[in-house]
């Protein structure tokens, strides 16, 4: 397999751990170990307690794909697959793709998303969203980009760096269209429940149509990557079954710990998630005054979800110089539109963690000196 470097992950992997103030961060603010046992059930702190750090199943714990599997309308944990999110991507392109078959991505996005599928052998098309129209996605232009070898639609709603989430009618009207063609659907759902906008959260893939894939896991929205544990979840069990043939040659199976912790997380879920979105509103209003102060160096089209936006920056300077500059003298890691592959103009603002009004007045105070 032929590859080319991660170049999002590069970029973090330079900064991420040595900079001070992390203003890009795609997650959401982290519990501590004690935090979420303070959550468990008497049944999940003595399995806690109990954990044999054997080997686990490789399809993941039969109580984790229980939990799980109870977010989506209709299926069971016999619908899921546990692996870490990034693992769930490449265990599922391999299965499914073959060399020549035509791939369609939302573009800008994880690199994962469309960059396993060219290594396999695949076209890759990119579907790009109108940033004068609030990021929107058109289904217009999709349709355009679809052949008659067109195999897979990968879209990420709510949409990472943008923010954006298509419309109830959109995402049925979506669905529909792949369905006519026969088009699988791997459906990135990692920021579902994340929603900046009353009522925006849409359907799981999974629930709505026979072909599609859903990707969720505890990174994103329950703010706990470090566990890597994340699933697939689909109606379509041959091809889950495939994915777990792969995944012999892959992780084999789940951390033990992870798989617990995780159990526990989803046994809290409306807890977390409601504090998780409580701070999303509060740093979202730090976010409006913060660009309101700031209106002649950026321009930001709002998001309607995710603990994400994607802000334009004024001026002919490139956001990958201004990165470079604002890392070095002020501690303050900003990730350009560089490492999505997307113009020279953008960067990401990560919004989703406690100490983001702190990172936004550092940043702010660059501005202040440095203009």
Excluded at 44 to 65: A, D, I, N
Excluded at 96 to 119: M, N, W
Excluded at 247 to 274: F, G, V
Aim: hydrophobic fraction near 40%.
């Amino acid at each position: 397999m032929k590859i080319p470097p991660f170049t999002l992950e590069r970029y973090f992997a330079k900064h991420e751990f040595s900079a001070k103030y992390l203003l890009s961060s795609s997650d959401c603010e982290s519990m501590t170990l004690p935090q979420l046992l303070e959550m468990a059930s008497p049944q999940m702190r003595t399995k806690w307690e109990s954990l044999s750090f054997g080997y686990t199943e490789s399809v993941g714990h039969p109580l984790l794909r229980a939990e799980a599997a109870k977010i989506y309308a209709g299926l069971g944990a016999e619908n899921l697959l546990i692996a870490a999110p990034e693992e769930i991507i490449f265990l599922f392109m391999h299965a499914l793709l073959q060399p020549g078959d035509h791939v369609i991505a939302t573009f800008p996005g994880y690199q994962s998303l469309y960059e396993i599928a060219r290594s396999v052998g695949c076209q890759v098309s990119t579907w790009e969203p109108v940033e004068a129209e609030n990021w929107h996605f058109d289904l217009a232009r999709l349709a355009e980009l679809i052949r008659p070898e067109t195999k897979l639609v990968v879209a990420n709603f709510p949409h990472n760096p943008t923010g954006f989430i298509p419309s109830q009618k959109e995402y049925a009207d979506l669905i529909e269209m792949l369905r006519e063609k026969g088009i699988f659907l791997f459906s990135d759902e990692m920021y579902r429940f994340l929603e900046i906008e009353s009522g925006a959260t849409l359907p799981s893939a999974c629930e709505a149509y026979e072909r599609a894939f859903s990707l969720f896991g505890m990174s994103k929205t329950f703010g706990l990557p470090g566990l890597r544990i994340g699933w697939m979840a689909t109606q379509n069990q041959p091809l889950l079954a495939r994915m777990l043939e792969l995944k012999d040659y892959t992780t084999i199976c789940s951390s033990a710990p992870s798989e617990i912790l995780s159990i526990i997380a989803l046994q809290n879920k409306e807890a977390i998630i409601a504090k998780q979105n409580a701070r999303l509103a509060q740093n979202m209003a730090l976010l409006d005054a913060f660009i309101a102060k700031y209106a002649q160096f950026f321009r930001l089209n709002r998001p309607r979800g995710g603990s994400i936006c994607f802000p334009r920056m004024l001026g002919e300077e490139s956001t990958l110089g201004f990165a470079n500059r604002l890392v070095e003298e002020a501690g303050v890691m900003m990730a350009p539109s560089h490492i999505f592959g997307y113009s020279d103009h953008h960067f990401r603002i990560g919004f989703g963690r406690e100490n983001f009004g702190e990172v936004l007045g550092k940043f702010g105070d660059y501005l202040d000196s440095n203009h």
